[in-house]
């Protein structure tokens, strides 16, 4: 049995680790540090900065992703954040493997540079984006996000990015784009999950226009101050706190305005199960599982597992709440 210990790594953070804050790189030099791919950078400028990441990791193994404390509304929580090993490990990346265990595993394979995303569809100024413009469009912002899948549990995980609502405003969506369909990488050259047929690839997601202009909406590069790993969807993900984790894509190669609610692969794996809107519910049960309540990972297992209430719309119902104004609910899961 592998045993883990927990917030490893916070007694191992020695005074010589810290980098002083006047020494954090600044903004230019580390995107030259990405852009030569300079993983392995022992920096810890961002652990400085906040005493509950630090509990969790000292950052050094991926290259440094320094973002500023986020001035959107409901972009942290006061709760303990995962530890990075708990949000590293215990990953769903179908394209990966269907264990928990198998993307940190084999994500290995994926290739995170170089990397575009084509930005089409019922825009006024389509482009297909490096990901250097990517990393250079708008400040990075630090949000301590709750990820609370389907499955039940959850954890609280220190993101790196901006509001995917500036990359919306650069490509000028037209009056006639109602959605917005992200469709994820399907190389089956990198991914070994794709040989089986759990999902129809590529994996695809579908957001309300107001939902993807929302400010909560992240584009995230990063989580604990360092790019992303491969596992957690390098190099670029969807972060959508309010809803299921599914609905966040990991690893995006296109973003597609529609005038048409865009189909979802969990959807076409099972409507029953799975509906377009997928915001956290916890009055409304999947056919599998109660959505009550969750296991926070990290808090214990089997027996000793403390359930928490889960909370409407994640916890994020002051900022999200208005959008679904009149909906039911039920019907629009
Ligand atoms: N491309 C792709 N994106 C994906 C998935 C996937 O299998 N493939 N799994 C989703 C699910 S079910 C969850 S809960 C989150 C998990 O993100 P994390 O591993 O970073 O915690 O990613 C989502 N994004
Ligand atoms: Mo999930």
Redesign the pocket.
């Known amino acids: 049995m592998l045993i883990r210990t927990q917030n490893n790594g916070h007694q191992h953070l020695v005074a010589s680790e810290i980098t002083p804050p006047q020494d954090y790189l600044r903004r230019r030099e580390w995107l030259q540090q990405l852009a030569l791919g300079a993983g392995g950078v022992a920096l810890a400028g961002w652990a400085a900065r906040d005493a509950r990441a630090q509990m969790a990791r000292p950052p050094g193994k991926l290259a440094p992703l320094p973002g500023a404390k986020s001035a959107v509304s409901g972009a942290s929580t006061m709760e303990a954040v995962s530890s990075y090993e708990d ?1 590293s490990t215990y ?5 990966f493997g269907t264990d928990k265990s198998d ?1 940190a595993a084999a994500a290995k394979s994926l290739k995170p540079r170089p990397w575009t995303v084509s930005v089409e569809g019922l825009v006024k100024a389509p482009k297909t984006f490096g990901l250097d413009d990517l990393l250079r469009l708008s400040p990075m912002e630090e949000r301590i996000y709750r ?1 609370r ?2 499955e039940g549990w959850s ?1 609280v ?1 220190p993101w790196v990015g901006y509001s995917l609502a500036e990359l919306i405003k650069r490509v000028e969506p037209l009056g006639s784009a109602k959605y917005v369909e992200f469709v ?1 990488l399907a190389d089956k050259a990198q991914m070994p999950g794709l040989r089986s047929g759990v999902l129809d690839w590529p ?1 695809v997601e579908g957001l309300r226009l107001d939902e993807a202009m929302h400010p909560l909406t992240l584009l995230a590069f990063g989580m604990y101050g360092e790019v992303l790993p491969n ?3 390098a190099p670029l ?1 969807l972060v959508v706190p309010w809803k ?3 609905k ?4 995006l190669v296109k973003i597609r305005f529609t005038d048409k609610e865009p189909r979802t692969a969990w959807n076409v794996a099972a409507a029953q199960e799975y509906g377009f809107y997928s915001n956290v519910n916890p009055d409304v049960a999947h056919p599998r599982w109660s959505q009550a309540t969750e296991r926070r990972i990290g808090e214990g297992q089997g027996l000793f597992a403390k359930r928490r209430k889960t909370l409407m719309f994640n916890g994020y119902e002051p900022q999200v709440g208005q959008l679904y104004a009149g909906m039911d609910l039920r019907k629009y899961f």
């Open positions: 949000a990953n769903n990346y179908y394209e993307p990820l899948c389907v954890m995980i994820t994996y596992q957690n969807g993900r299921y984790g599914f966040s894509g990991k690893s």
